[in-house]
Nanobody
Framework: QVSLVESGGGLVQAGGSLRLSCLAS????????MGWYRQAPGKQREWVAT???????TYADSVKGRFTISRDNAKNTVYLQMDSLKSEDTAVYYC?????????WGQGTQVTVSS
């Protein structure tokens, strides 16, 4: 069982920045692939970004060039730096860990971008 706790969400004006954090439990965090997802009201949850255990990163086209995913294995934490935020980035953001065919999700953190 892996516990994930997101933080860092809030209200920000369009063009602003936020940094989300996701703290994971467990002693093998460095082996997890970690991802960020988001779900806007009335829409399905969508993938935002992934960082593998080896540090390889991939991004959805909608956030490429504006968001940066990173990890600090010493702190069991994955981050999502969000810059140049747009109103369409408004959503609940979730982190997910993947390891040994098991996926775990956090409870989510709300990001609201005002235009």
């Amino acid at each position: 069982q892996v516990s994930l706790v997101e933080s860092g969400g809030g209200l920000v004006q369009a063009g602003g920045s936020l940094r989300l954090s996701c703290l994971a439990s467990g002693s093998v965090f460095s082996r997890y692939d970690m991802g960020w997802y988001r779900q806007a009201p009335g829409k399905q949850r969508e993938w935002v970004a992934t960082i593998t255990s080896g540090g390889r990163t991939t991004y959805a086209d909608s956030v490429k060039g504006r968001f940066t995913i990173s990890r600090d294995n010493a702190k069991n934490t994955v981050y999502l730096q969000m810059d140049s935020l747009k109103s369409e980035d408004t959503a609940v953001y979730y982190c997910k860990s993947s390891y040994n065919w098991y996926d775990y999700w956090g409870q989510g953190t709300q990001v609201t971008v005002s235009s």
